[in-house]
């Protein structure tokens, strides 16, 4: 996941660069986004109760205006879901790895509507995710079952954040992403999905 993750940045950067040259007059549609993300989520699973753990990502996004005041937003999202539960008188860890493909539509919201170029701003979006579970790992004191490329489900994602310019190409931004998924994963009689989660986001946006 981590050869994945730099693979993606190095993608990014190589071809923000190639646009760097861009006619100032022109209008710039295109943009991308890296941001790490830091959350809680409740985790249901056939034979247990809601468990309650940390979620954190790593979301690498491109986005397309589509008119003045709407884009629409997808990319690749890597995140892991970690929690510890108990079960026939046991402790167990459970991590579970996701690669998450959104498809947002969001707008932004200027705090100042008559200055098209406000430092500050704020963006929402929303739209369905395709979530795939690469690999859950289950351990015990008596050892630990893994599994690889476990399946398919779907969630709906909210993200709102606040936007702070730092050049005609570039700002920073934090804000708040909502999950939650409308479908379950199945795996060897066994189905599972992410009930709800919130995450704090922290990002850099780049335009090109």
């Known amino acids: 996941m981590k050869k994945l ?15 760097a040259q861009d006619k100032s007059g022109e209008s710039r549609k295109w943009s991308f986004s890296l941001q790490p993300r830091l959350g809680f989520a409740k985790y249901e699973e056939t034979g247990s109760v809601t468990t309650n753990g940390t979620l954190n990502g790593f979301d690498v996004l491109i986005s397309r205006k589509i008119s003045k005041s709407f884009d629409l937003t997808s990319g690749f999202s890597f995140t892991t879901f970690d929690a510890n539960r108990t079960a026939f008188g046991q402790t167990v860890r459970l991590q579970n790895d996701y690669l998450q493909i959104p ?11 008559e200055n098209a170029k406000s430092p500050i701003s704020m963006h929402v979006a929303l739209g369905p995710s ?15 079952i893994e599994d690889e490329n476990v399946g398919w489900n779907f969630g709906f994602m909210t993200q709102i954040s606040v936007d702070f310019r730092i050049s005609n190409r570039a700002a920073l931004y934090l804000g708040l992403q909502g999950q939650s998924d409308f479908s379950r994963i199945e795996n060897d009689e066994s189905e599972n999905k992410i009930q709800q989660a919130s995450s704090i986001l922290f990002g850099y946006r780049g335009i090109f």
Do not use: K, W, Y
């Open 5 to 19: 993750l730099l693979l993606s940045i190095c993608f990014l950067s190589v071809f923000s660069s190639s646009h």
């Open 103 to 113: 498809l947002l539509v969001g707008g932004d919201i200027s705090f100042d509507e």
């Open 130 to 144: 395709a979530n795939f579970l690469m690999r859950q790992f289950t351990e015990t004191t008596g050892g630990h």
